[in-house]
């Protein structure tokens, strides 16, 4: 690039808000954080959309190839001539795209937090976090090699923790935070296992180097790593999975998912910002970036592709029956990104490679646009009625035109309506599907159908179902909050006709987009089915939803208790591993550990009271201690120098 120091003023600059807030803004910058916040994230915004344009229409492309540019690179560790750890900045395809979608996102909730957030007694500290987090994730994307991607991945999971747990008054906010953190950290135990298995065999930790490395068959690095290992797997396998194990923990995905839901206990934008739009998609971005290695290896590519179907249909499902509007949004995210990871699973051959690759990252692109607008309408809703409860709402359209309009256009968009963006996207991963299997088409199909319907039961019963409960006066909507709705809603209608032309394939090459007019009409029979019977059974209290819901008694309760899987994991912490290894462990501790401190604390008395006659106090007997331990060393230097 022509000038690196735009790139790195990319994610510095929110760095420096974070600097200058969590030093000066709680004393001086109190009331004028918000907007120093917000002015260092448009910035940041304006100068992504500059080396985005740069890359795809100069820099990047050479020969009908988006190359993968080193844009700034320093040595930072050296360990062997082959292994050494630089800092830099990686720009291809999808690494400019997240630049673009993570400063963008953060900029729309930063405008909205402005009206939201005021009158918050840690104002200042909520921007300071806000600008941590989004530097934490830009410089994730921009990593040029697995370990500075491993320290800001850490990084993006202290900055969610402390935005989760933002209300730290609330023992629920508390408890979220650090469910979140935990169950992320497990899954990032196995992610740093295979980044040194990967590293190893790869002997690099660059990502280039080492795709390049471990990518071709013939070479001793990919002929070592495809020997088979532990339970007959090879080492790629292992490394891959393990690596994969941290993205779908990031990225929630099923059984790793029970963190996100408890995560809408921060505030709604910090939802809007981390749970839909960038943090979650971290795990996607992931297998993205090592996507030529995990095409070789079909054994973790399948598990990429089941984790995925599963995680979107379990969440599909679950999504049905809850009505907390927060985390119904919440399980749509994990079904979203749950479609995005089996877009990337279904690749085979190169074909179906670049079909799946480009529809799972298109489907990220569009997917940032809806839900951030879907979260940030939520926050308006939540604002208004002061209840997360849909059950509370009710007839909301005429009081917050603005607000139903974006809901109901976003709402059409994640169903895979045309012509807004989610369908073009979602098209495009069914389409890879049906290439790939006939039985995962069809349960990404009925996947899709469950999406509809969950998402306008939500939106029906929150602006129909019966009359308004608020006053005309509790209905107002700063101007602030008013004007990311209205340019994410622009976003939602227009971002999906991107897809007309060309995408970008694995391999870095234009790829001409598909859409089948044929193809696409049982996807969209298929939502509107769903539409149509959540308009049958919500848009008036007919009590048709009750009976409904009783007539499937059990499989309601199943899904409205999220499956048990919580309670699962409950079970085995509490019941299993702490009472049996818990007790076993507080008796090896009362007899081994006490009993040797105990023994060791013994022995320093007896010894103690056997020389404690030495500090007499008398001047006399320690002149004699004295000149007989001179005496000693004489006879000694004498002894030595004979």
């Not at 098209?427 to 006939?438: G, N």
């Not at 023994?599 to 056997?610: C, G, N, Q, R």
Request: aromatic share 14%; glycine share 8%; net charge positive.
């Amino acid at each position: 690039m022509k000038n690196q120091l735009i790139i790195l003023l990319i994610p510095l600059l929110p760095l420096l808000g974070f600097v200058l807030l969590g030093l000066l803004g709680k004393n001086y910058l109190k009331k004028s954080a918000g907007i120093i916040a917000t002015m260092l994230l448009l910035a940041s915004a304006i100068l992504s959309i500059i080396v985005a344009g740069q890359y795809f229409f100069d820099y990047g492309k050479a020969f009908d190839v988006y190359v993968k540019l080193i844009a700034w690179e320093i040595h930072w560790l050296g360990f062997t001539n082959q292994l050494s750890i630089n800092i830099g900045v990686l720009l291809d395809p999808i690494s400019v795209i997240m630049l673009v979608v993570v400063t963008f996102i953060s900029l729309m909730v930063h405008i909205f937090s402005l009206g939201y957030m005021k009158g918050e007694t840690r104002f200042a500290t909520y921007y300071a976090y806000l600008g941590l987090f989004t530097f934490s994730m830009l410089g994730l994307v921009l990593a040029p090699n697995l370990f500075q991607m491993y320290m800001f991945w850490e990084l993006v999971g202290i900055s969610s923790y402390l935005l989760i747990g933002f209300y730290f008054q609330k023992p629920s906010a508390v408890a979220a935070a650090k469910k979140a953190f935990i169950v992320t950290r497990f899954a990032d135990f196995g992610f740093l296992i295979g980044i040194i298995m990967l590293s190893y065999f790869g002997n690099s930790l660059d990502f280039i180097t080492v795709i390049q490395n471990l990518s071709q068959p013939q070479s001793p690095a990919f002929i070592s790593a495809a020997a088979p290992m532990f339970l007959g797997c090879s080492g790629l396998t292992w490394a891959l999975t393990l690596i994969f194990m941290g993205g779908a923990g990031k990225s929630a995905m099923f059984p790793l998912h029970v963190w996100l839901p408890d995560a809408m206990e921060g505030p709604t934008p910090v939802s809007a910002l981390i749970h839909a739009a960038t943090m979650v998609v971290a795990g996607v971005f992931l297998v993205a970036r090592l996507f030529p290695l995990y095409v070789f290896n079909g054994a973790s590519l399948q598990i990429v592709l089941f984790v995925g179907l599963l995680s979107s249909f379990i969440a599909a499902v679950i999504a049905c029956t809850q009505t907390d509007v927060k985390r119904i949004l919440a399980y749509s995210t994990m079904s979203q990104i749950g479609y995005m990871m089996l877009a990337l699973g279904v690749s085979g051959s190169s074909g179906e490679a670049s079909l799946g690759f480009t529809a799972g990252m298109f489907h990220l692109f569009t997917h940032a646009f809806f839900k951030s607008l879907l979260f940030l309408c939520a926050g308006v809703i939540i604002h208004v009625v002061h209840s997360n409860n849909m059950n509370e709402m009710g007839g909301l359209r005429k009081q917050l035109p603005l607000t139903h309009a974006a809901f109901l256009i976003a709402c059409l968009a994640i169903s895979g309506i045309p012509p807004f963006a989610g369908f073009f996207s979602k098209e495009e991963i069914l389409l890879a599907a049906y290439q790939k299997s006939k039985g995962v088409y069809l349960l990404a199909l009925l996947t899709s159908g469950l999406t509809a319907f969950y998402m306008f039961r939500l939106y029906f019963s929150v602006f129909w179902n019966k009359p308004a409960q608020v006053s005309q006066s509790h209905a107002t909507t700063p101007v602030s909050m008013k004007i990311p709705l209205a340019l994410l809603l622009v976003c939602t209608v227009v971002a999906g006709f991107i897809s007309f032309g060309s995408y970008v394939s694995a391999d870095g090459r234009a790829l001409a987009s598909h859409f089948h007019l044929s193809f696409s009409l049982l996807p969209v029979a298929v939502a509107l089915t769903g539409i149509f019977l959540a308009m049958w059974m919500y848009k008036s209290a007919s009590g048709k939803a009750d009976a409904m819901a009783k007539s499937m008694k059990v499989l309601y309760r199943l899904a409205h208790n999220k499956f048990y899987i919580d309670e699962l994991y409950h079970f085995i912490t509490q019941r299993i591993i702490f009472n049996m290894l818990g007790k076993n462990a507080e008796r090896m501790d009362r007899k081994f550990v006490d009993g040797a401190v105990n023994e060791l604390a013994a022995s320093t008395m007896d010894v103690s009271k056997s020389i404690k006659h030495l500090q007499s106090g008398k001047i006399q007997q320690y002149l004699l201690f004295f000149f007989g331990g001179i005496a000693l060393l004489l006879l000694m230097f004498i002894y030595l120098w004979k």
